[in-house]
């Protein structure tokens, strides 16, 4: 037995219930523990030709489609899901959904009201371990649905079980890409499906530009392919994942990812981590996902997480991008991730609110 297997036996009984319930999968642990800096940054990084967005790639919103869109929604044929896993560490450790944006409207006040506005059926909230429990608990009787995502443990840069300050093993979430096999696994997608829901719309909690919206939604049906994925123009040094080609075929490439040759700051455009899916296609997805290598600093010590991305979705689903607005009270793009970015956004996040209703 390997001495990480021995730690991972030895782990307390409270934690071995949330790993348990959470899909925990030591055998994916060890095994990636084996490959820790074998290949370095290099490891993380696609193989084949990596090229700018060919046209008709990059799509402009432009309303001709929205009446689609309405009848669509009207019709309870979209869902709604908001990744919510994240704790609020620069916010002081609080649950991020429950901080409060505008005064007395947490984030996930925001999007219940904004579910109500919009008339959208289902609204779904892929929570943690570390979360689930606060959020179940403030939705109480209100519409919407939390499901799970999994836990993994961090590990040393050496690849032996990381424990913290108090000797315990650090559980983390494992990423957004978790969302296709914890979705499915929920029951939530096959049910949706059988009452005839046709698309999926993803959105961090902490971008409330993003919403459901016709507009989007009919440029999404008009081109045709299972995914769309929001981007934004780029503004000064702007770095995120980008809209690319790898081999001819579009998809989200992170710039970690990216080739050395190529430079990111040549294409215009950025991903929101907002996405629109059908929803059939998801529920059948069967791809290998990449678990990228991670270094973390955790009480001041590094560590290693193994973590996948849902962009990588576009590796295996034709997509196009959606380029909408990130200015003024039309944006869709408001990202919120420490309470310096908050205080900054407020008035935003109130011109946005108020031009949708949802003040």
């Known amino acids: 037995m390997t001495a990480l297997a021995e730690a991972l036996a030895a782990i307390p009984e409270d934690l071995r219930d949330v790993l348990r319930s959470s899909h925990f999968d030591e055998a994916r642990l060890v095994a990636m523990s084996q490959r820790i800096g074998a290949a370095g940054p290099e490891g ?9 967005p060919a046209p008709g790639d990059v799509l402009d919103v432009d309303g001709a489609h929205a009446e689609a869109g309405r009848a669509m929604i ?44 919009t008339g959208t059926g289902a609204l779904w909230l892929m929570t943690s371990w570390a979360t689930n429990a606060a959020l179940t608990a403030a939705i109480g009787s209100r519409p919407a649905t939390c499901f799970g995502q999994d836990v993994s443990l961090r590990l040393t840069p050496e690849g032996g079980l990381f424990l913290d300050e108090h000797g315990r093993p650090s559980p983390y979430a494992p990423g957004h890409g978790d ?3 914890a979705l499915v696994r929920s029951g939530l997608l096959d049910a949706f499906l059988a009452r005839g829901g046709k698309t999926v719309w993803i959105a961090n909690i902490d971008n409330l530009g993003a919403n459901v919206d016709p507009a989007v939604l009919g440029a999404h049906l008009a081109h045709g392919a299972p995914v769309s994925v929001e981007v934004v123009d780029k ?16 998809q989200i490439l992170e710039e970690f990812r990216l080739p ?14 907002t996405f629109l899916v059908d929803a ?28 996948r991305l849902l962009g990588e979705l576009t590796a295996s689903l034709s997509t196009r991008f959606l380029r909408v607005p990130r200015e ?20 935003e996040i109130d011109l946005v609110a108020h031009a949708r209703g949802v003040l």
């Open 44 to 52: 993380n990084r696609v193989r084949g030709r990596v090229e700018p």
């Open 74 to 117: 009207a019709r309870g044929e979209v869902a709604f899901c908001v990744l919510a896993g994240g704790m609020a560490t620069r916010m002081g450790g609080v649950v991020k959904a429950l901080v409060e944006v505008l005064p007395g409207m947490t984030f996930l006040d925001y999007r219940l009201r904004e579910a109500e506005l």
């Open 179 to 181: 969302l296709p096999d």
């Open 235 to 250: 503004v000064g040094a702007d770095k995120g994942g980008i809209p690319a080609r790898l081999d001819g075929r579009p």
């Open 260 to 273: 050395t040759s190529f430079d990111a700051s040549t294409v215009r455009t950025f991903n929101t981590n």
């Open 280 to 307: 059939r296609a998801l529920r059948d997805l069967s791809m290998a996902w990449t678990y990228f290598e991670v270094r973390k600093k955790v009480g001041g010590a590094e560590v290693v997480q193994f973590e």
């Open 328 to 347: 003024g009270a039309q944006t869709r793009f408001l990202p919120v991730k420490d309470g310096a970015e908050l205080e900054a956004r407020r008035k």
